[in-house]
């Protein structure tokens, strides 16, 4: 039954997660209030702050579950829409001769694929579902500063744009306003470097784990061919593994490929005390990028000028304080990009949040209730943060790995032959199931030791064997 009493809700930021914890406000007739930090992006001249914009959006089984539970199909049409099915990932290589190849490989025997999306274009179409909502303000340019979790009152500045009745062009110039807003409930989707998580700290005993992954990317731009072409199969995921390295490309509505290099520290720093060698780096590690997909001076261009970002797992429990804080997505457990489930799992956080927890209240949220959904979300979220870990590793050694191929055939083998026995690969299991990430983990754990019984049985019975047929030919 939702509230009658229309309690405030503030949410702190307008990214995906917040846009969509906020649709989910909305429908259940809380006053919703959405700061958020940047311009509204929607408008021609937004100045986009978050320098990670560039990694396209995985939409799969579990953030589409959750935009179907809006209850607004325009909203999940329109999502759609924005798009890309992506059915499988073309491994590129060479042969032993050094001619380029390509291995195809689907993500499921059963067909299924998930979506990508470039973010901003995914973002918008959030942004105008909370729009047309009576209940929802939008407020862009508003830095959100602290907050007393026990007042429920939180604090912001307002860039002002407009002085003396003039708007100013200028944006380093503008002038900075403090506002002060009551609240219900804050909910923090403020992203991996959370000013939410670090004021709930404050009240909360909140154990943090802060890891910087070994490793930098940079962003680079394939562009289409003349005419709109695609130069690269547009159903499929591009990846040339390494073992220290990795170049991916996922497709762009309008036939470009958003493409992200990932490499050790010492790689990018090598790259950079020697520009000459980008080329003959790329040419080396990934054959046919260049000069078939990104000509040389453009490849060079952009490693020297795109930015230079780290990679960090964040892990933290609790989510809460009593019943006026909770934090959602990145802001509650940042992962890095491999398994492209970041932002699935912070809108299964947001769908887990409102229907299984806040829905039980029947006007503000309760303690009782956010320290349920703590408890119920951290092992899940933490699960998915060590799949994504891992699952890096798989991407540039596993995929090319004798073992992890006839692993995975196996397991869709008997997925397809015999489904009753309930067997399946773990990334089907995690991409197109809505499984609980703790119990994907541990089914996962549990056909692998089976598998390696299975193994060392054979293993055994050959030796056997051929113990035995020693021992007869000797005798």
Excluded at 120 to 146: D, G
Excluded at 252 to 269: C, E, P, V, Y
Excluded at 292 to 302: D, M, R, S, T, V
């Amino acid at each position: 039954m939702y509230p009658q009493t229309k309690p405030r809700i503030l949410i702190i930021g307008a990214g995906p997660v917040g846009a969509l914890a906020a649709i989910y406000a909305a429908k259940r007739n809380y006053l919703v209030e959405v700061y958020e930090l940047r311009d509204d992006l929607r408008l021609f001249n937004a100045v986009p702050l978050n320098i990670t914009k560039s990694i396209n959006l995985t939409l799969s089984e579990r953030g589409i579950q959750a935009l179907k539970k809006t209850g607004n199909p325009d909203l999940l049409r329109n999502v759609l829409a924005e798009t890309i099915p992506i059915y499988g990932r073309t491994i590129h290589g060479v042969d032993r001769a050094g001619r380029p190849t390509e291995i195809s490989m689907g993500y499921d025997v059963h067909g299924r694929y998930f979506r990508v999306a470039e973010r901003e274009r995914f973002n918008r179409q959030l942004l105008a579902a909370l729009e047309v909502e009576p209940n929802v303000t939008l407020f862009f340019n508003h830095k959100f500063i602290s907050a007393d979790l026990d007042q429920k009152r939180a604090k912001f500045e307002k860039k002002c744009l407009v002085q003396n009745g003039k708007n100013i062009d200028d944006a380093k110039a503008a002038q900075w306003e403090n506002v002060e807003v009551d609240f219900d409930l804050l909910i923090g989707a403020d992203g991996a470097h959370s000013v939410t998580r670090q004021q709930l700290s404050r009240y909360a005993k909140i154990n943090l784990q802060q890891t910087w992954v070994d490793t930098l990317w940079c962003e680079f731009l394939i562009p289409s061919f003349k005419g709109g072409g695609f130069p690269l199969l547009s159903d499929h995921l591009h990846l040339w593994p390494q073992k220290r390295s990795m170049f991916i490309a996922s497709p762009n509505k309008n036939g470009t490929f958003t493409s992200q290099l990932f490499a050790d520290h010492s790689i990018f720093a090598e790259l950079k005390a020697n520009p000459a060698g980008i080329v003959e780096f790329f040419q080396h590690k990934f054959p046919g990028v260049t000069p078939n997909l990104i000509k040389p001076e453009a490849l060079q261009e952009q490693f020297l000028h795109n930015q230079h970002s780290s990679l960090i797992d964040i892990k933290c429990s609790p989510y809460h304080y009593r019943g006026s804080c909770v934090i959602v997505g990145d802001a509650a457990h940042a992962m890095v990009p491999f398994y492209g489930q970041g932002m699935n799992t912070g809108f299964e956080d947001v769908r887990i949040l409102f229907e299984d927890f806040l829905d039980r209240s029947e006007s503000i949220p309760t303690n009782a209730g956010l320290q349920a959904y703590s408890a119920f979300r951290q092992p899940d979220a933490h699960a998915m943060n060590e799949l994504a870990l891992q699952h890096y590793e798989t991407l540039r050694v596993g995929v090319v790995s004798c073992s992890t191929r006839v692993r995975s055939w196996i397991e869709e083998w008997l997925s397809l032959q015999a489904p009753w026995l309930g067997w399946a690969t773990l990334y089907s299991r995690v991409a197109f199931e809505n499984g609980r990430y703790s119990d994907v983990t541990r089914q996962a754990r549990r056909q692998g030791y089976v598998l390696q019984a299975c193994a060392a049985s054979l293993v055994l019975i050959l030796f056997s064997t051929s113990l035995l047929l020693m021992l007869k030919v000797l005798a």
